[in-house]
């Protein structure tokens, strides 16, 4: 699943080739948006400016009008040359909006919605999110406020749980708490302050290296390579995620793996430098 790093790349690509632009031409494969289109046509629209919040991507057009898309597991968005080849199949794409010097496609795209500011400002799900941990304004003690409303939940739950703090996915939550020593299987209600201020700044820490202006700014949604360790070989990137059963970075001892929270997200860990102090793993 494309974690908020993604997004956010994604939509200062895509901000970067369309804002200012004039849409020449629309296309969807999703009746709801193609119902907005032939009552309101996107063709002949500016698109002002695109954004991210959380896990969601933001395309603004002029006439109070607002494509929001997720992503989900298998989403993305492309960017091209008019003419150039697409790297996916045209029968997967859901969105194309085209301009004169570059085309937005968006493959695979499970949720895309169009809203006008006020409907925008309705929408739960948008509207309910977390602290984002790449927003300029974000606020680490709001966060820590947020998360702790969920005493119950384990910690690797909680990292997901956007309502709590948006933009982190699976591959940062292992990693954060790894670098952070704590068990993503301890109940929140049983972290220190310390322990909880750490998670969080990792968190924002992590998320912002990987966003910079030398993180692969892709023409093609970026999905891989991600860095937390600071080692420059790539087979060194990440501290826990995906390495069970090989040794951990720091002590040698066997990393393991388990399924976690009602959606089975493999959380990853190492049981000695993230011993377990409230749920035994």
């Known amino acids: 699943m494309p974690e ?8 200062r690509t895509l901000n970067r080739a369309l804002a200012g632009h ?4 629309f296309e969807t494969q999703l009746a709801q948006l193609a119902r907005v289109d032939y009552d309101a046509p996107i063709a002949g629209r500016t698109v002002e400016s695109v954004d991210a919040t959380g896990k969601w991507l933001r395309m603004y057009f002029s006439g109070d009008l607002i494509l929001i898309t997720h992503m989900l597991m298998s989403g993305s968005w492309h960017i091209y040359r008019p003419g150039e080849r697409w790297k996916v199949r045209y029968a ?6 085209y301009t004169k ?3 937005a496609v968006a493959f695979r795209v499970p949720i895309a919605e169009f809203h006008t500011a006020a409907t925008l400002e309705r929408h739960r799900s948008v509207q309910r999110l977390g602290p984002d941990v790449l927003a300029p304004e974000f606020d680490a003690a709001d966060a820590e406020r947020q998360l702790r409303t969920r005493p119950d939940l384990e910690v690797g739950v909680g990292l997901l ?3 709590l703090i948006s933009g982190m996915g699976n591959v940062f939550k292992s990693e954060v708490c790894f670098a952070s020593e704590v068990n993503p299987f301890r109940l929140i209600g049983t972290l220190t302050a310390d322990e909880l201020q750490l998670l969080i700044t990792n968190a924002r820490k992590f998320m912002l290296q990987n966003v910079t202006e030398t993180s692969n700014d892709s023409i093609v949604t970026y999905t891989g390579m991600r860095r937390t360790t600071g080692r420059a070989n790539p087979s060194e990137r990440l501290w826990v ?3 069970d059963g090989e040794p951990c970075r720091r002590c040698g001892t066997v990393i393991v793996s388990r399924k976690q929270g009602l959606e089975a997200r493999v959380t990853f860990w190492c049981p000695t430098c993230q011993i377990s102090q409230a749920a035994s793993p």
């Open 4 to 11: 908020g790093d993604t997004i956010f790349r994604a939509a």
């Open 22 to 25: 004039v849409v020449i031409a």
């Open 92 to 97: 997967e794409m859901r969105v194309a909006i």
């Open 101 to 103: 010097d570059f085309v």
């Open 161 to 163: 749980r956007q309502s």
């Open 241 to 243: 995620y995906k390495r």
